[in-house]
Each structure stands twice: as structure tokens, then as C-alpha cells.
């Protein structure tokens, strides 16, 4: 049975740094791509970040971009989200997900076959 579970969420203040992870189970990690969404309250969840297989292309959102790094440990068969110098827009559920296709648009939904339940990252003004 495929499992994702993410960890790391917390409260912080504007400015700090977390890092999430993402552990996976029931299926060759190595194989898959991999990204992060996060879905604020009141709103759509959205994409925020995604890395192929081997981890020879990122991909990030520009409301992230220069602040969070992904990045994965296939021999861990975990996933994770370096975020930085975060902001209270920055609060959020933040999902794993995992896509099995060769092909795609990593920053689509539409894209991913798992996802996880979900991390609750509050960042205080």
C-alpha cells in the first residue's frame, strides 16, 4: 500500500525556518516525481514545489522561489522542504504528493497519483 507522511509543520515566526518531510512507502520512491502543495485557509491548494526522480530538475513557485529548496534522499525514500525566511502568507496545509507518469506537468495537481494527509505550517507576524 502506497504511503506518504509528511512531518516537520509547526508554528514560527515571520522569518524563521522550517523544514518538512515527506516519508514514503509501498513503492520504488526512486521512480517517482515528487512535489509539495499547501492550501491556505480560504483558499485552493496550490503548487509550491516539485522535483524530478533523479533530482535533475526542480521546479518552484515564484512566492517561494529564492526562499524554499526541495530536495529528496532516495536511499531514505524521503522527500523534503526547505523553507526559509517565512512569511504569514507562507501559512498553510502543506501536501506531499507522488506521480508515476514519465511525462507531465509537474505543477499540475492533475498530475499526482498519492498524496499525503497534510502539515499544518503557521507562521506568526
Known amino acids: 500500500q502506497v504511503q506518504l507522511v509528511e512531518s516537520g509543520g509547526g508554528l514560527v515566526q515571520a522569518g524563521g525556518s522550517l523544514r518538512l518531510s515527506c516519508a514514503v512507502s509501498?513503492?520504488?520512491?526512486?521512480?517517482?516525481?515528487m512535489g509539495w502543495f499547501r492550501r491556505a485557509p480560504g483558499k485552493e491548494r496550490e503548487f509550491v514545489a516539485a522535483?524530478?526522480?533523479?533530482?535533475?530538475?526542480?521546479y518552484y513557485a515564484d512566492s517561494v522561489k529564492g526562499r524554499f529548496t526541495i530536495s529528496r534522499d532516495n536511499a531514505k525514500n524521503t522527500m523534503y522542504l526547505q523553507m526559509n525566511v517565512l512569511k504569514p502568507e507562507d501559512t498553510a496545509v502543506y501536501y506531499c504528493?507522488?506521480?508515476?507518469?514519465?511525462?507531465?506537468?509537474?505543477?499540475?495537481?492533475?498530475?499526482?497519483?498519492?498524496w499525503g494527509r497534510g502539515t499544518q505550517v503557521t507562521v506568526s507576524s
Open positions: 522535483v524530478t526522480w533523479s533530482s535533475s530538475n526542480t
Open positions: 504528493a507522488a506521480g508515476r507518469s514519465a511525462v507531465g506537468n509537474l505543477r499540475g495537481q492533475s498530475y499526482y497519483d498519492y
Open positions: 509501498g513503492w520504488s520512491f526512486s521512480t517517482y516525481a
